[in-house]
């Protein structure tokens, strides 16, 4: 196991800080903020207020430091005051939830689906029995959050049990037995995990489970895990569990966010957790000038800890929130609600010039425009995950600059006449039957680590294929290499016999690898409340089935009627971006999506931008999620 503290700061440096130096204070900061990150991020479970409390550990840090008497106990004294913020967050919550009422209260919930577990799962790139710890950490009580948070990293070798100890104001022998008690339950959570996963099911479970939200809860974890226990078929699935101990053994912590290690340079990120779609708001700001938010800077760009100490908590770290969100594995974000008639947002100016393309029918790129002669501009993209469905029209490279799309795709291995702006990335697919070639192939292979696969194979205007084609055809695409994606089905994605439950149950059985599940989703109620609803709704029954990651690479407000598009206001579909966006945002199984699309004529009003330059309000909202 790995020496615990290993990316702490020495006593020497301690001891510099609590002189005095300036430099050596920095470094301290710096150095301990990812053992923080971690403490904080994984006891509160992701909740949006992760970055506060991070913020409030550092201050208490910086300005308590010359009071600590013995600089060897720095690491325990660290640990110490992460978990006693902790508390005080745990604390006033309560009392938040006891005064509060309506939205307000709502508020103050953590969002279980975006919790460390979903974050250490992607971040980390965890597999298999790994993996399944991570994912039994969700059904924990709350009280074991804490304990959590720490003896993950005890286990990791990031601290000792002492310090674990200490820290919970605990006898190590009284710790000792907490801990082994929250291992029962994760133990038991694992066999539920295993067992909500396998293909074919247990039928017996499903039955148990018709009531479930799908939500992990303690409850649930007993109910669940007691079926587990007295059936024979999913006590068989748990008989090859490795130790929870050997498992956890030399993981590294979680990466930091970009957007907190952006402000601490020295900061210890581990080697290739790279930040990702995320440009500092300091970028750009000359040493010694403030960026956006007030924080002067030292000589390198960031704030000082000095500056910290004497910072509102609020003010300490300017793009803080930003910076999560931009991480591969995004924090929550507090929840959003749209009304039915909603005030016009900032973004709401009315629409400027007509559009200048014809659009194409869904999933069906258009014919090739003349390309915009402007060069792209370099957008500040708001999150990796955030994309969009681009085919070619006047001016569609810089459209999709300005865009602040993260990534894109355009229903084929290339994108002629589109320039990929810098910082975004372009996903390849393999659109349907005829696109399976040994030159597509390589085209796929070379554009990118994922790809995309059948489009809409369920209709007959698109790659109309059946089950047994698409598997007879998948083997050739595993080739690749790349992380594939299921078919996008145009509907019935969570039903029982339908086209992608037959295709996920014939991979199985056929031992083909599928990444994760593709979607496609248009909605016909025009509420934005109801719609978000009913989006939420269809993800989390597809995630409940087949329990892998889902991109969502197509959608939008649309009412097929026989077989002409009705679309709502620009207002309506801009509100329903909004609000849908942000309840993506607290699916940490969403890993991406893509809005439907990126140009806008008269006859596609879903579209973002009607040229280079001219965003729609749809196209303005698109910009401003995240």
């Not at 920095?26 to 909740?47: E, F, T, W």
């Not at 929870?244 to 957007?259: F, H, K, T």
């Not at 929130?321 to 909603?342: K, N, R, S």
């Not at 393999?430 to 292979?445: P, S």
Request: with cysteine; hydrophobic share 45%.
């Amino acid at each position: 196991m790995p020496s615990a503290g290993r990316a702490l700061p020495d006593v020497g440096l301690v001891v510099a800080a609590r002189q005095g130096d300036q430099r050596a204070l920095d470094d301290v900061v710096a150095a301990s903020l990812p053992l923080v990150y971690n403490i904080v991020g994984r006891a509160l479970r992701g909740h949006a207020d992760v970055d506060d409390v991070v913020q409030e550990t550092l201050v208490r840090v910086i300005r308590h430091l010359p009071a600590l008497n013995d600089p060897a106990a720095y690491r325990s004294w660290l640990v110490a005051i992460a978990i006693r913020q902790v508390r005080d967050w745990e604390q006033r919550r309560r009392v938040a939830l006891n005064r509060d009422a309506g939205l307000d209260a709502i508020q103050n919930v953590p969002d279980p689906a975006s919790d460390f577990a979903g974050m250490t799962i992607l971040r980390l790139g965890l597999t298999d029995q790994r993996r399944e710890v991570a994912e039994a950490t969700r059904w924990l009580d709350p009280d074991d959050q804490e304990l959590l948070s720490l003896w993950w990293l005890e286990e990791t070798g990031e601290i000792t049990r002492n310090e674990v100890a200490d820290a919970l104001g605990l006898p190590p022998g009284h710790v000792a037995v907490r801990i082994h008690r929250m291992k029962e339950q994760i133990q038991s959570a694992r066999g539920v995990v295993r067992a909500l996963r396998a293909r074919p099911g247990c039928a017996d479970l499903e039955t148990v489970t018709v009531d479930w939200d799908g939500t992990p809860s303690p409850l649930w974890r007993k109910r669940l895990a007691r079926h587990v226990r007295d059936c024979a078929f999913c006590a068989r699935l748990g008989s090859t569990l490795l130790p929870i101990d050997r498992l956890l053994a030399g993981l590294p912590m979680l990466p930091l966010p970009v957007g907190l290690s952006a402000h601490f340079p020295s900061a210890a990120v581990p080697p290739g957790a790279q930040a990702v779609g995320h440009q500092s708001p300091t970028a750009g700001h000359a040493a010694g000038q403030s960026p956006a938010g007030g924080v002067p800077t030292d000589a390198g760009g960031g704030p000082s800890a000095v500056d910290l100490a004497v910072s509102r908590p609020r003010g300490l770290l300017p793009s803080l929130a930003a910076g999560v969100a931009a991480a591969v594995l995004a924090i929550t974000t507090v929840v959003v609600t749209v009304p039915e008639d909603p005030p016009a947002p900032s973004w709401a100016a009315p629409p400027s010039a007509a559009p200048t393309a014809v659009a194409s029918p869904s999933g069906t790129p258009s014919p090739s425009a003349r390309p915009s002669s402007k060069a792209p501009v370099a957008p500040a993209v708001s999150a990796a995950r955030k994309g969009v469905g681009v085919w070619n029209f006047a001016g569609a490279s810089q459209a999709l600059a300005n865009s602040k799309a993260g990534w894109y795709y355009t229903w084929g291995t290339q994108h002629p006449g589109i320039s990929t702006p810098r910082g975004v990335t372009f996903v390849p697919m393999i659109r349907g039957a005829e696109n399976v070639t040994a030159a597509e192939l390589a085209r796929a292979k070379a554009a990118g680590p994922e790809l995309l696969t059948f489009n809409e194979p369920d209709l007959p205007e698109q790659a109309n294929m059946t089950v047994e084609q698409a598997l007879d055809l998948w083997p050739q695409l595993m080739a690749t290499g790349s992380r594939l994606g299921s078919p996008a089905v145009a509907w019935g994605g969570p039903d029982p016999q339908g086209w992608l439950d037959r295709f996920m149950t014939g991979a199985q059985a056929r031992g083909h690898r599928v990444d994760f599940v593709t979607l496609h989703w248009f909605g016909a109620d025009f509420t934005s409340a109801t719609a978000v609803d009913q989006l939420r709704q269809y993800l989390q029954a597809v995630y409940q089935r087949y329990r892998k990651p889902i991109w969502l690479t197509e959608f939008a407000l649309i009412r097929f009627d026989g077989g002409r598009q009705q679309f709502p206001s620009q207002e309506q579909q801009a509100a329903f971006l909004t609000a849908a966006t942000a309840m993506l945002g607290r699916l940490s199984y969403v890993q991406r999506y893509a809005w439907f699309g990126l140009p806008a004529t008269d006859q596609d009003r879903s579209g973002l931008f009607s040229d280079g330059t001219e965003a729609t309000v749809v196209g303005r909202a698109f910009q401003a999620a995240r």
